[in-house]
């Protein structure tokens, strides 16, 4: 248990629909992330938050779109999806923003997209 | 821009053997390097890291790595593993607000 908790565990999802990825954490940390992890590729970074502020969006398509109500909750909405986006999508938080900071990862919401 | 490189995607050892698993980093002014397990079905746990100090980092079940810096490595090792230990290694240099993965590296622990 990381303290670090990601709803739904698995989600299958047509094309055609629209769905949200919950994330939240109980750490007290001020900075939250969205990271991509596909087969047989390294995992990429999608979006950073930091005090409920996006601070990184790393070239995302529009049909991810991220919202940060509060610095210990974290969504993303889902629509239009196409089947390559079919992934592990991992939540993780961190106390602050830097180089050296260590971050706490959530389990993963695994996403198929049919 | 960091980039990491992890040699090996697999790795098979038998139980109770030592184990290696390279990471390399391309250089930069400051260094923050980390190693993170994932085990199956599971999101990345902390393993070590290594933000200055001392160039060999002790972490947790066992693990331990060394930052070499003329070599640009940060290398993971284990003397005798288990099969518990089988599960996924990521490899991380941090940067700016980001953390910069390896691909990974499967270690598999035979009986």
């Known amino acids: 248990e990381t303290g670090v908790t990601q709803t739904p565990r698995h989600l299958v999802m047509g094309m055609t629909n629209k769905k949200s990825l919950k994330c939240e954490q109980h750490l007290g940390h001020n900075a939250m992330y969205w990271y991509k992890q596909s087969a047989k590729k390294p995992l990429e970074l999608m979006f950073v938050y930091n005090f409920k502020e996006q601070t990184e969006n790393n070239s995302v398509p529009s049909r991810f779109s991220p919202e940060c109500p509060n610095s210990s909750h974290l969504f993303l909405h889902l629509h239009t999806l196409q089947p390559e986006d079919s992934a592990l999508y991992l939540c993780a938080s961190s106390q602050d923003l830097g180089p050296f900071t260590e971050a706490f990862f959530g389990q993963g919401t695994r996403l198929t997209v049919v | 821009a960091q980039s990491v490189t992890q040699l090996d995607s697999q790795v098979p050892v038998f139980e109770e053997a030592p184990v290696e698993l390279r990471c390399n980093y391309s250089?930069?002014?400051?260094?923050?390097l980390f190693w993170y397990v994932q085990y199956p079905n599971q999101g990345l746990q902390l393993l070590l890291k290594y933000l200055s100090g001392s160039t060999l980092v002790k972490g947790i079940n066992g693990f331990e790595a060394e930052f070499n810096k003329s070599q640009t490595s940060f290398h993971l090792r284990k003397p005798s593993v288990h099969i518990s230990d089988t599960a996924e290694y990521f490899c991380a240099a941090g940067e700016g607000n980001m953390l910069t993965f390896g691909g990974g590296t499967r270690l598999m622990v035979k009986p």
């Open positions: 250089s930069s002014v400051s260094v923050y």
